[in-house]
């Protein structure tokens, strides 16, 4: 019995080392389920602010996708008003061609139109000389009919004087006679 006793014994001892050896390595595997429980916490924490990080990122992506079309839109709305105003200086350019040319033509005008104002004063000048020069003939003229009816008039009386004379004469010679 001795034996079956240190059997017994010896298999209590053996049995008591592995419920240590067991505790042991329940005490370590439940240090482990706790780290790993820590790590499980970590990871749901890490996986909730991947979630957000990911919902985050998902808003970026639309907000970028909406401020790109904007851009685009907003591109093709300055390119629109590039074009309108290469139109716009294109127009200005004609204008100022055309008003160019009519300032030209303004200028020639004008210049005609000195040119025609100092012929005109010209013709005036030559006009008034003309009229002067016609009222100094009809003064001239109404001077000279004054000298012609004066010398008529003394005309009339040398030739009543002559007759006269002549008259006189006759009688003379006709009273000597």
């Known amino acids: 019995m ?5 059997n017994c014994r010896q298999g209590r001892a053996d049995a008591e080392r592995r419920c240590e ?5 329940c005490q370590q595997l439940t240090e482990t389920v706790g780290l790993v429980a820590d790590r499980a916490r970590t990871l749901e924490t890490s996986v909730e602010e991947a979630e957000k990080v990911r919902v985050e990122c998902e808003r970026l992506r639309h907000e970028h996708s909406v401020l790109v079309a904007s851009e685009e839109k907003l591109v093709d709305k300055i390119n629109d008003k590039d074009e309108a105003v290469r139109k716009l200086m294109a127009e200005l350019a004609e204008c100022k061609s055309s008003l160019d040319e009519q300032s030209h033509k303004l200028h020639v005008s004008n210049i005609a139109v000195e040119s025609c104002k100092d012929e005109e004063s010209r013709r005036v000048r030559d006009l008034e000389d003309a009229r002067s020069r016609q009222k100094e003939a009809q003064e001239s003229e109404r001077q000279l009919m004054i000298r012609v009816r004066e010398l008529e008039m ?4 040398l030739t009543t004087k002559l007759s006269a004379m002549e008259t006189e004469k006759e009688h003379s010679w006709r009273v000597e006679d």
Do not use: M, Q
């Not at 001795?2 to 240190?6: G, M, R, T, V, Y």
């Not at 050896?21 to 390595?25: G, K, M």
């Not at 003394?154 to 009386?157: I, L, R």
């Open 154 to 157: 003394s005309e009339a009386v």
């Open 21 to 25: 050896e067991l505790e042991a390595r």
């Open 2 to 6: 001795c034996h079956k006793l240190n």
